[in-house]
């Protein structure tokens, strides 16, 4: 049985970069307002640059931990095609395991940036729903780490959370929007398992169900079973709770944002990586926003992931405030 500091369970998909003129409108949708992108209806658009990259939840993390020193492998589905093998040569050049199976089609994504440096991202999940346990590998792993996995994949998820759990391991979550909409009674399953729970504001407040203070979402996140909880709100930063005190962390004013697809992989996968190489909590904290920092200021969410050297200097660095906060009576 091979042996992992840290396996991921996530998508693995063909991320195409089209960069165009499009504009950006505002609505009102149900009393509130919604920034679009633009598109005229019926016209042919120019796309002034395109780039094929390896994207998906759970290759961008994997590279994190993999550049972190830490031994790596990768669970999840790829289709039987060329998209596939890509992403099977992208893990071999990192260094990443592939745990596991090949059929189908190779989800995909198209990333459509805004004149306002962010993004609109049309997906096709493909293999990504698809994960069976027959005829996965057994494995042992320090650390599980999931990102969003849907359909059959996702009782995989859970299947494997026990199996790494009974085995002493730990279990880090990073859901995504579409799960969040399913409530926190439909994910209390998964919760029950994990010991780092990490997604953004919105999600956070979707899952929770109510509107509610960001202290508050974050101790009613924390009852449902997570030891740790983060939640990350883009230029505000990122608050966490351990049950015991609030940490919270601001993005540096200097980094200048280009595109932010990948940046809460990076961060979250940035703090799993620190906890399992042994730093401390607030340590731990500050190399997933240093991560998610250096992802932003590129195109793409792997191009800047950090390597071990160049993280441990930029921590080293770093002098900004960690604030802590104790949970008060």
């Known amino acids: 049985m091979d042996s992992f500091d840290v396996v991921t369970m996530g998508s693995a998909i063909q991320d195409v970069f089209a960069r165009t003129d499009a504009e950006t409108v505002t609505i009102r949708h149900g009393g509130e307002k919604e920034t679009l992108l633009a598109y005229p209806l019926g016209a042919k658009i120019l796309i002034s640059e395109i780039e094929f990259q390896v994207g998906g939840g759970g290759t961008n993390t994997a590279t994190t931990f993999s550049r972190q020193g830490l031994m790596t492998g990768f669970l999840?589905?790829?289709?039987?095609?060329?998209?596939g093998k890509s992403?099977?040569?992208f893990l071999r050049k990192e260094g990443i395991a592939f745990l596991g199976t090949v059929g189908g089609q190779t989800g995909f994504?198209?990333?459509?940036?805004s004149e306002e440096d962010d993004r609109t991202i049309l997906t096709f999940k493909g293999s990504n729903n698809d994960l069976r346990q027959d005829g996965l590998p057994s494995f042992a792993a320090r650390w599980l780490y999931c990102s969003s996995m849907m359909g059959e994949s996702y009782e995989t998820m859970l299947a494997t959370m026990i199996v790494v759990k009974k085995a002493g391991g730990s279990v880090a979550f990073n859901p995504s929007l579409y799960q969040a909409k399913l409530g926190l009674g439909t994910l209390q399953r998964a919760l029950s398992h994990v010991d780092v729970l990490v997604l953004n504001k919105e999600e956070a407040s979707t899952l929770v169900g109510h509107p509610a203070s960001l202290h508050d979402l974050?101790?009613?996140l924390s009852?449902?079973?997570?030891?740790?909880v983060i939640v990350t709100d883009g230029k505000e930063g990122?608050?966490?709770?351990?049950?015991?005190?609030?940490?919270s962390v601001k993005p540096s004013p200097t980094v200048k944002v280009v595109e932010t697809t990948g940046a809460g992989d990076a961060f979250a996968s940035g703090f799993v990586a620190g906890l399992a190489r042994g730093l401390a909590t607030r340590e731990a904290f500050l190399l997933g926003m240093l991560n998610a920092e250096a992802v932003i200021g590129h195109?793409?969410?792997k191009e800047r992931i950090?390597?071990?050297?160049?993280?441990?200097?930029?921590?080293?660095?770093?002098?900004?405030?960690?604030?802590?906060?104790?949970?008060?009576?």
């Open 76 to 83: 999840g589905k790829l289709g039987d095609d060329d998209p």
């Open 87 to 89: 992403v099977l040569r």
């Open 109 to 113: 994504s198209v990333i459509l940036d």
């Open 218 to 220: 974050l101790r009613v």
């Open 223 to 228: 009852a449902a079973g997570p030891h740790t």
């Open 238 to 247: 990122a608050t966490l709770f351990d049950g015991e005190r609030f940490l």
């Open 299 to 301: 195109y793409g969410a």
């Open 306 to 329: 950090l390597r071990l050297k160049e993280a441990d200097a930029l921590l080293t660095a770093d002098k900004r405030d960690v604030k802590e906060e104790a949970l008060k009576a």
